[in-house]
């Protein structure tokens, strides 16, 4: 692994432990040449999955850049760090059991919209109007009316409770 502060080849592992419920590797490494410090995560991937974007155009999948998406959508939002993780790697393993190794890009805005729906309403509808490319007004009300309609559910406080109904916000 490449030293990220001075390119030195002949970084050593420090220290290695398993997060995710085993399904990644976090990794200490210090670099001998510079005595930096950093941090690397190993996962498991089943297949390199490409992704065809709107305009026709093929990119690798990146989960880091699934990953900024979600946190930009999730800002300032009371979530648990790990749930996002979680989410995030539940994405990802759906995109590789569908089985392709090109997958349109729609098929993971619809994944995330589908589980931001669940975890965080204001991160679905800050999503939603990136995702669906959003005009107008009209388009935010057709998304919360959506939210209106679907089943209620519970959103946490950074405490981690549920606050009463009377301090909830609509």
């Not at 996962?43 to 690798?60: C, D, T, W, Y």
């Not at 749930?83 to 569908?98: H, K, N, P, T």
């Not at 998304?143 to 089943?151: C, K, N, Q, R």
């Amino acid at each position: 692994m490449r030293c990220p502060y001075c390119s030195g080849e002949n970084t050593q592992v420090k220290d290695s432990r398993p997060t995710e419920e085993n399904a990644t590797i976090r990794r200490r490494r210090v670099c001998p040449d510079c005595g930096g410090r950093f941090t690397t995560f190993e996962r498991v991937q089943l297949r390199e999955i490409v992704i065809i974007k709107r305009s026709g155009r093929r990119m690798p999948f990146d989960r880091d850049k699934l990953a900024r998406s979600i946190e930009v959508a999730l800002r300032k939002r009371p979530v648990d760090p790990e749930r996002v993780e979680r989410m995030i790697s539940g994405i990802v393993r759906q995109l590789e059991s569908i089985g392709e190794s090109e997958l349109p890009s729609s098929v993971i805005g619809g994944l995330v919209m589908e589980a931001l729906r669940g975890l965080d309403a204001v991160a679905y509808v800050r999503f939603a109007s990136v995702y669906r490319d959003f005009r107008e007004a009209a388009d935010f009300q057709e998304v919360l009316g959506e939210i209106a309609s679907a089943p209620k559910v519970a959103i946490p406080t950074a405490e981690g409770g549920v606050p009463p109904t009377s301090e909830r916000k609509h």
